[in-house]
């Protein structure tokens, strides 16, 4: 009669110096399955790679091994040991309902450490895999310190180098960290995520892992907003806090100041609304849609493609127009719309023109002092707290109110390095540069100029562009 059994294999490259290649545990189980009369290995299900002790991981073969030896397409296993087969707990117990099920299977291991096919040998292999299990969540906690311990001294952790920084993780790469910097500008400028997630894709940038891929968008932001950008030691993209309450600071070159990584992190963010020049200064595609509003009524006007229009047409390809009264305007004003930019930005050019004339040198935020006081304040009452000399209580009352203060302080800092980036970027030479501008960006720059443009109406049949027909309400 002949025993048909299945071989398992396994290698796991989580157990360092105790790799042993699945060529080899193959070879050797059929050499022992080959000294046995009437045993033959009728199918080898060979799981690579894969860890038997990460909980989450599926192993197919393992599964496929199960089914098998229930339907009774194999009568037994053979395999290594029982490490490779079965390091859960769960993995052992599934395995050894088959075999109570079906005494008649056969076991086998190279190592000849166990035989699930008696009772002994089943309990045995139960003691084997709870201390096999052990000892793999103990390396886990003792990475877990490890790692915690780096942490706290502000050294890096391992992995890839970040964006930004060569493999030593703290010298900067020159480009990368020139391309953070000026997406960080563009930002504060006004520049959506989505046209500098394009721009790196056109210039082809990839992420240090060099997996061949783009950066996606999520990992542009998460490269953009990264604490150790601005010097702190970061832990799952957080800041990691120390021992003593204060954020640690890391070994490496920092990207930006940490004034800057708030505001593009507010930025990003969008809660602080108010940053924005108005609520209008997304999403459009077109330079002067909900600038211009219709004198008759109000409402703001937006742009609409021509539809006749064709390469070579004459007149203008789109127009800016009241909307109809079913969606909240009176449809009695619209305006040629090429000609209507032209005019616009020429205004917005002879603005600009007399802003540049006067130097405005930044401004200092005067809360820093403040700030730096109550984060001493915070720092110490948290070390009083750790060293017992107050009680948790009586720190948590007085940090409160500290810590709003904080809070709100860091919010106007924010607002402040906004505003101060953000009046410097939006100087642009207009004659050049405000062509290649993202439409965003554009609309920025007049928005910080212009509040509104009331169009009146230009009468029927009037073909020419007629800027007298418009009232310019500037900004103040
Ligand atoms: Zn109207």
Known sequence: MVVKLGGYARISLDKDGEEL??????????????????????????????????????????????????????????????????????????????????????????????????????????????????????????????????????????GFPPFGWKADRITLAPEQAA???????????????????????????????????????????????????????????????GPDGKPVMGVWEPICTPEKLDAVVAVLQGIKSQFKTSNMTNNHKYLLSGILRCSECGTRMLANIRSSWKEGSKGSRFFYRCPATQDGGCGKVSRAGEPMDKHIINLI???????????????EWPGSARLA?????????????????????TAIAMLEPLEKERDELEYERDRHTVEQVKASAAVVDLSEEFERLPIERQRAVIMKHVRAVMVHPAGRGARKFNPDLLDVVWAA
């Not at 050019?349 to 930044?362: F, N, Q």
């Not at 009452?381 to 107050?390: E, G, P, T, V």
Request: net charge positive; glycine share 8%; proline share 3%.
């Open 349 to 363: 050019h002879d603005a600009e023109a007399r802003m540049k004339t006067p130097a405005h040198g930044a401004v």
């Open 179 to 241: 391309l953070i910097t000026k997406a960080h500008d563009d930002l504060l400028a006004g520049t959506r995520l989505s046209t500098i997630h394009r721009e790196w894709q056109e210039k082809g940038i990839q992420s240090s892992r060099n997996t061949g891929k783009p950066i996606s968008r999520v990992a542009l932001k998460s490269i953009l907003t990264n604490p150790r950008l601005a010097g702190f030691r970061a832990v799952k993209g957080q800041k990691h806090i």
């Open 373 to 393: 006081e109550v984060g001493l304040e915070i720092s110490e009452l948290i070390s009083a707290m750790n060293s017992k000399r107050i009680s948790a209580a």
């Open 21 to 158: 290649g699945v060529q080899r545990q193959r070879h050797d189980y059929r050499q022992v399955a080959g000294v046995r009369p009437g045993w033959e290995v009728a199918r080898d299900y060979i799981d690579n790679d894969v860890s038997a002790f990460k909980r989450n991981v599926v192993r197919p073969e393992f599964e496929r091994l199960l089914v098998d030896l229930q339907s009774g397409v194999i009568d037994g296993v053979i395999a290594y040991d029982l490490d490779r087969l079965a390091r859960q707990p769960r993995d052992l117990e599934r395995l050894i309902d088959v075999f109570e099920e079906r005494p008649e299977l056969v076991f086998c291991t190279v190592t000849n450490d166990i035989d699930l096919s008696t009772s002994d040998g089943r309990t045995m292999a139960r003691v084997m895999v709870a201390f096999a299990n052990k000892a793999s969540a103990d390396t886990g906690r003792r990475i877990a310190r490890k790692h915690r311990e780096l942490a706290d001294a502000g050294k890096n952790g391992g």
